[in-house]
């Protein structure tokens, strides 16, 4: 059966971290739109961000089709990210949701935005990192029935990351630490 893995997060909280850290060593295909963008036009990329977003989305498409096993990120923030999920259970594919979050304000997120543009990375407005988290919660919520496997990790810590709380496989939750205030309102008292 087809796998597919998607690391849900806002921007900054760490998801292509975590990839390259715990994902990387099944090589998969991995998409990521800024790592396209910054691929296909390096001297320009977010200048064709929302290109390389159309172009990962065909492509994203085209391995969902041919029934072929992937993992992509996501700050999961629109519906058509959970409807995805959904086409991608009815074609048989197994779904593993690692759900990264920094439980604290979203200035967290802003500042570790603004830290890897200081890298060279690629920027985020403020307001839409701010918007994106509460609906990326939700959406979470919204695909948790779909899914076989959903993992949250709390990245909150910098000196001690992607703490992984909490796995969620067939009904079961098992808890890792002390679960913090986002998991209990995604998973409520069904858990």
């Known amino acids: 059966m087809p796998q597919l893995n998607i690391i849900v997060g806002g921007n900054g909280s760490g998801k292509t971290t975590f990839y390259y850290r715990y994902l990387s060593q099944y090589n998969l295909p991995f998409l990521n739109a800024d790592e396209y963008a910054k691929l296909t036009w390096p001297d320009v990329p977010e200048k064709h961000s929302y290109e390389a977003a159309k172009e990962v989305e065909k492509i994203r498409q085209q391995l969902l089709a041919s029934h072929q096993s992937f993992c992509f990120e996501t700050v999961f923030s629109h519906p058509s990210k959970v409807d995805f999920i959904a086409d991608a259970k009815a074609r048989n594919f197994t779904i593993n949701l690692y759900v990264i979050h920094?439980?604290?304000s979203p200035e967290t997120n802003i500042a570790r935005v603004n830290n890897r543009i200081h890298q060279g990375g690629h920027s985020v407005p403020e307001q839409k990192i701010s918007e994106r988290i509460p609906r990326m919660l939700n959406n979470?919520?919204?695909?948790?029935p779909l899914c076989d496997?959903?993992?949250f990790y709390d990245n909150t810590d910098e000196k001690e990351t992607h703490k992984c709380v909490a796995?969620?496989?067939?009904?079961?939750?098992?808890?890792f630490r002390v679960l913090p205030n986002w998991v209990?309102?995604?998973i409520g008292e069904q858990y």
């Open 102 to 104: 920094i439980d604290s």
């Open 140 to 144: 979470v919520k919204l695909a948790i």
């Open 149 to 151: 496997t959903v993992s």
């Open 167 to 175: 796995i969620l496989q067939m009904n079961q939750i098992k808890t």
């Open 184 to 186: 209990k309102n995604i």
